[in-house]
Protein backbone atom coordinates (compact mmCIF):
# COMPACT_ATOMS: atom_id res chain seq x y z
CA UNK A 1 0.00 0.00 0.00
CA UNK A 2 1.13 3.74 -0.61
CA UNK A 3 1.98 6.07 1.82
CA UNK A 4 1.03 9.71 2.07
CA UNK A 5 2.87 11.40 -1.00
CA UNK A 6 3.83 15.13 -0.61
CA UNK A 7 6.06 17.32 -3.14
CA UNK A 8 8.27 19.14 -2.81
CA UNK A 9 10.13 17.89 0.16
CA UNK A 10 12.21 21.08 0.34
CA UNK A 11 11.88 24.78 -0.52
CA UNK A 12 13.57 28.05 0.28
CA UNK A 13 12.07 30.60 -0.76
CA UNK A 14 12.20 34.87 1.03
CA UNK A 15 9.49 36.38 2.74
CA UNK A 16 6.61 37.94 1.42
CA UNK A 17 6.93 35.40 -1.61
CA UNK A 18 3.86 32.75 -2.06
CA UNK A 19 4.81 28.68 -2.03
CA UNK A 20 2.22 26.11 -1.93
CA UNK A 21 2.56 22.62 -1.19
CA UNK A 22 0.89 19.30 -2.68
CA UNK A 23 -0.07 15.99 -0.70
CA UNK A 24 -1.79 12.95 -1.73
CA UNK A 25 -3.30 10.67 1.09
CA UNK A 26 -3.28 6.65 1.24
CA UNK A 27 -5.82 5.53 -1.45
CA UNK A 28 -9.68 5.37 0.27
CA UNK A 29 -8.29 8.02 3.25
CA UNK A 30 -11.32 10.24 3.52
CA UNK A 31 -9.67 12.58 5.95
CA UNK A 32 -6.74 14.92 4.89
CA UNK A 33 -4.97 17.22 7.55
CA UNK A 34 -2.23 19.46 7.19
CA UNK A 35 0.76 19.62 9.89
CA UNK A 36 2.70 22.64 10.78
CA UNK A 37 5.94 21.73 12.36
CA UNK A 38 7.91 24.05 13.89
CA UNK A 39 11.61 22.67 14.60
CA UNK A 40 11.96 21.74 18.99
CA UNK A 41 8.29 20.95 18.65
CA UNK A 42 5.15 18.62 17.85
CA UNK A 43 3.29 19.30 14.95
CA UNK A 44 0.42 21.18 15.53
CA UNK A 45 -2.92 20.92 12.97
CA UNK A 46 -3.90 23.66 10.51
CA UNK A 47 -6.91 22.20 8.92
CA UNK A 48 -8.52 18.89 8.56
CA UNK A 49 -10.60 17.47 5.52
CA UNK A 50 -13.36 15.36 5.24
CA UNK A 51 -13.43 14.50 1.89
CA UNK A 52 -13.38 17.60 -0.29
CA UNK A 53 -15.39 20.07 3.03
CA UNK A 54 -13.33 21.82 6.02
CA UNK A 55 -14.05 19.79 9.91
CA UNK A 56 -11.41 21.98 11.60
CA UNK A 57 -9.39 25.52 10.07
CA UNK A 58 -9.73 26.81 13.68
CA UNK A 59 -5.82 27.14 13.53
CA UNK A 60 -5.30 27.88 9.76
CA UNK A 61 -3.71 31.36 9.98
CA UNK A 62 -6.31 32.38 6.96
CA UNK A 63 -4.80 35.73 6.50
CA UNK A 64 -2.10 34.33 4.62
CA UNK A 65 -2.98 30.66 4.51
CA UNK A 66 -5.26 28.39 2.33
CA UNK A 67 -5.95 25.22 1.40
CA UNK A 68 -8.41 23.19 -0.63
CA UNK A 69 -8.87 19.27 -1.57
CA UNK A 70 -11.04 20.49 -4.67
CA UNK A 71 -11.87 16.75 -5.35
CA UNK A 72 -12.11 15.03 -1.87
CA UNK A 73 -8.54 13.22 -2.80
CA UNK A 74 -5.48 15.47 -2.95
CA UNK A 75 -4.83 18.37 -1.55
CA UNK A 76 -3.02 21.83 -2.30
CA UNK A 77 -1.97 24.60 0.85
CA UNK A 78 -0.72 27.77 -0.10
CA UNK A 79 1.25 30.66 1.66
CA UNK A 80 0.51 34.19 0.57
CA UNK A 81 3.07 35.92 1.74
CA UNK A 82 5.35 34.04 3.26
CA UNK A 83 6.67 35.11 7.02
CA UNK A 84 9.79 34.71 8.87
CA UNK A 85 8.12 32.60 11.40
CA UNK A 86 6.57 30.24 8.68
CA UNK A 87 9.92 28.56 8.49
CA UNK A 88 8.62 24.67 9.62
CA UNK A 89 8.08 21.51 8.49
CA UNK A 90 4.39 20.76 6.70
CA UNK A 91 3.31 17.57 7.28
CA UNK A 92 0.57 16.24 5.62
CA UNK A 93 -1.53 13.25 6.92
CA UNK A 94 -4.68 10.91 6.57
CA UNK A 95 -6.97 8.44 8.18
CA UNK A 96 -10.01 6.54 7.51
CA UNK A 97 -12.48 8.54 9.09
CA UNK A 98 -12.24 11.61 11.93
CA UNK A 99 -13.99 9.73 14.64
CA UNK A 100 -13.88 5.97 14.44
CA UNK A 101 -12.12 4.63 17.71
CA UNK A 102 -9.47 3.03 16.04
CA UNK A 103 -8.35 6.05 13.54
CA UNK A 104 -4.76 6.21 13.32
CA UNK A 105 -3.56 9.32 11.03
CA UNK A 106 -0.51 7.95 8.87
CA UNK A 107 1.95 11.13 7.78
CA UNK A 108 3.75 11.97 5.01
CA UNK A 109 7.69 12.51 4.64
CA UNK A 110 7.00 16.12 4.62
CA UNK A 111 7.69 19.28 3.43
CA UNK A 112 10.70 21.35 4.61
CA UNK A 113 9.87 25.14 4.13
CA UNK A 114 12.88 27.74 4.79
CA UNK A 115 11.59 31.18 4.38
CA UNK A 116 14.60 34.42 4.37
CA UNK B 1 -8.65 21.32 26.85
CA UNK B 2 -6.41 18.45 26.21
CA UNK B 3 -2.96 18.36 26.71
CA UNK B 4 0.27 15.91 26.20
CA UNK B 5 4.20 16.77 28.42
CA UNK B 6 6.84 14.59 27.33
CA UNK B 7 9.37 15.64 30.21
CA UNK B 8 12.33 14.53 28.85
CA UNK B 9 13.95 16.31 25.79
CA UNK B 10 16.39 13.53 25.43
CA UNK B 11 16.98 10.09 27.03
CA UNK B 12 20.03 8.52 26.33
CA UNK B 13 20.62 4.89 26.50
CA UNK B 14 23.58 1.91 25.96
CA UNK B 15 22.52 -0.47 22.94
CA UNK B 16 21.15 -3.74 24.86
CA UNK B 17 20.05 -1.82 27.46
CA UNK B 18 16.04 -1.36 28.49
CA UNK B 19 14.61 2.73 27.59
CA UNK B 20 11.75 3.91 28.86
CA UNK B 21 10.37 7.52 26.94
CA UNK B 22 7.92 9.55 29.35
CA UNK B 23 4.55 10.76 28.46
CA UNK B 24 1.77 12.43 30.53
CA UNK B 25 -1.64 13.33 29.31
CA UNK B 26 -4.48 15.34 30.17
CA UNK B 27 -7.98 14.85 28.91
CA UNK B 28 -11.20 15.40 30.20
CA UNK B 29 -13.01 12.23 28.56
CA UNK B 30 -11.75 8.44 27.94
CA UNK B 31 -7.85 9.03 26.36
CA UNK B 32 -7.11 7.76 22.90
CA UNK B 33 -3.05 7.57 23.45
CA UNK B 34 -0.89 7.00 20.32
CA UNK B 35 3.03 7.16 19.80
CA UNK B 36 4.97 8.18 16.88
CA UNK B 37 8.47 8.43 15.93
CA UNK B 38 10.36 10.09 13.57
CA UNK B 39 13.85 9.59 11.60
CA UNK B 40 15.68 12.77 10.65
CA UNK B 41 14.17 13.90 7.11
CA UNK B 42 11.05 11.68 7.68
CA UNK B 43 7.85 12.11 8.29
CA UNK B 44 6.01 10.66 11.58
CA UNK B 45 5.94 6.75 11.64
CA UNK B 46 2.93 5.37 14.06
CA UNK B 47 4.58 2.87 16.47
CA UNK B 48 1.32 2.23 18.86
CA UNK B 49 -1.84 3.23 20.27
CA UNK B 50 -4.01 2.37 23.26
CA UNK B 51 -7.59 3.07 22.72
CA UNK B 52 -9.31 0.91 25.59
CA UNK B 53 -8.31 -2.55 26.71
CA UNK B 54 -5.21 -4.28 28.02
CA UNK B 55 -3.16 -1.70 29.48
CA UNK B 56 0.06 -3.21 27.96
CA UNK B 57 0.38 -2.35 24.21
CA UNK B 58 2.97 -3.71 22.00
CA UNK B 59 3.49 -2.19 18.80
CA UNK B 60 6.26 -1.94 15.84
CA UNK B 61 9.68 -2.73 15.96
CA UNK B 62 9.36 -4.36 19.35
CA UNK B 63 8.02 -1.02 21.11
CA UNK B 64 5.26 -1.47 24.03
CA UNK B 65 3.67 1.08 25.59
CA UNK B 66 1.75 0.91 29.12
CA UNK B 67 -1.50 3.29 30.14
CA UNK B 68 -1.84 3.94 33.54
CA UNK B 69 -5.18 5.92 34.44
CA UNK B 70 -4.16 6.71 38.06
CA UNK B 71 -0.83 8.08 36.92
CA UNK B 72 -2.48 9.61 33.15
CA UNK B 73 0.62 8.26 31.95
CA UNK B 74 1.72 6.68 29.31
CA UNK B 75 5.26 5.47 28.91
CA UNK B 76 6.82 4.02 25.82
CA UNK B 77 9.12 1.19 26.63
CA UNK B 78 11.55 -1.79 24.68
CA UNK B 79 13.13 -3.90 26.76
CA UNK B 80 16.84 -4.09 24.57
CA UNK B 81 17.54 -0.47 22.65
CA UNK B 82 18.76 -0.82 19.26
CA UNK B 83 21.55 2.03 17.63
CA UNK B 84 19.07 1.93 15.03
CA UNK B 85 16.30 3.38 17.76
CA UNK B 86 17.78 6.88 18.09
CA UNK B 87 15.18 9.27 16.87
CA UNK B 88 13.03 11.75 17.63
CA UNK B 89 9.93 10.20 19.54
CA UNK B 90 6.38 11.64 20.15
CA UNK B 91 3.36 11.54 22.45
CA UNK B 92 -0.19 11.97 21.48
CA UNK B 93 -3.82 12.13 23.05
CA UNK B 94 -6.98 12.84 21.56
CA UNK B 95 -9.89 13.12 23.75
CA UNK B 96 -12.16 10.01 22.44
CA UNK B 97 -15.40 11.52 24.21
CA UNK B 98 -15.58 15.06 22.50
CA UNK B 99 -12.86 15.96 20.14
CA UNK B 100 -11.03 14.52 16.90
CA UNK B 101 -8.17 16.75 17.11
CA UNK B 102 -4.83 14.90 17.44
CA UNK B 103 -2.59 16.87 20.08
CA UNK B 104 1.32 15.97 19.96
CA UNK B 105 3.70 16.67 22.89
CA UNK B 106 6.90 18.12 22.09
CA UNK B 107 9.31 14.83 21.50
CA UNK B 108 11.51 12.80 22.86
CA UNK B 109 15.16 12.50 21.64
CA UNK B 110 16.29 9.00 21.77
CA UNK B 111 20.04 8.39 21.73
CA UNK B 112 21.23 5.05 21.46
CA UNK B 113 24.98 4.80 22.27
CA UNK B 114 26.68 1.44 20.63
Known amino acids: EAGVAQSPRYKIIEKRQSVAFWCNPISGHATLYWYQQILGQGPKLLIQFQNNGVVDDSQLPKDRFSAERLKGVDSTLKIQPAKLEDSAVYLC??????????????FGPGTRLLVL | AQSVAQPEDQVNVAEGNPLTVKCTYS??????LFWYVQYPNRGLQFLLK??????LVKGSYGFEAEFNKSQTSFHLKKPSALVSDSALYFCAVRDGDSSYKLIFGSGTRLLVRP
Open chain 2, 27 to 32: VSGNPY
Open chain 2, 50 to 55: YITGDN
Open chain 1, 93 to 106: ASSTSPRGAQETQY
